[in-house]
Nanobody, 115 residues
Framework: QVQLVESGGGLVQPGGSLRLSCTAS????????MGWYRQAPGNQRDLVAT???????NYKDSVKGRFTISRDNAKKTVYLQMNSLKPEDTAVYYC?????????WGQGTQVTVSS
């Protein structure tokens, strides 16, 4: 059974930074894609950033230049470095691992950007 555990969320002031981490346990190796999605109250879950096993990245337009996704396959971990945070970045952030036709989701971590 594959489980994803996220960490790093919290409350931060506008302009601040946070680093999210998501680590997988269980039988999953070198996922085809790792990524982050977010969901604000009343909104659908949207893609924030993804990275393929070859290192190709894809970012939501509004986070380009501020967020950076990275992965450590040996640690089965994906990271999201978030800089210059804005109140509109407030949401629950979910990690995703895609492997063998299956998608695995984390439980979500709250990120709140507020003064």
């Amino acid at each position: 059974q594959v489980q994803l555990v996220e960490s790093g969320g919290g409350l931060v002031q506008p302009g601040g930074s946070l680093r999210l981490s998501c680590t997988a346990s269980g039988s999953i190796f070198n996922p085809n894609v790792m990524g982050w999605y977010r969901q604000a109250p009343g909104n659908q879950r949207d893609l924030v950033a993804t990275m393929t096993s070859s290192g190709r990245t894809n970012y939501k337009d509004s986070v380009k230049g501020r967020f950076t996704i990275s992965r450590d396959n040996a640690k089965k971990t994906v990271y999201l470095q978030m800089n210059s945070l804005k109140p509109e970045d407030t949401a629950v952030y979910y990690c995703l691992f895609g492997s063998g036709g299956n998608n695995y989701w984390g439980q979500g971590t709250q990120v709140t950007v507020s003064s």
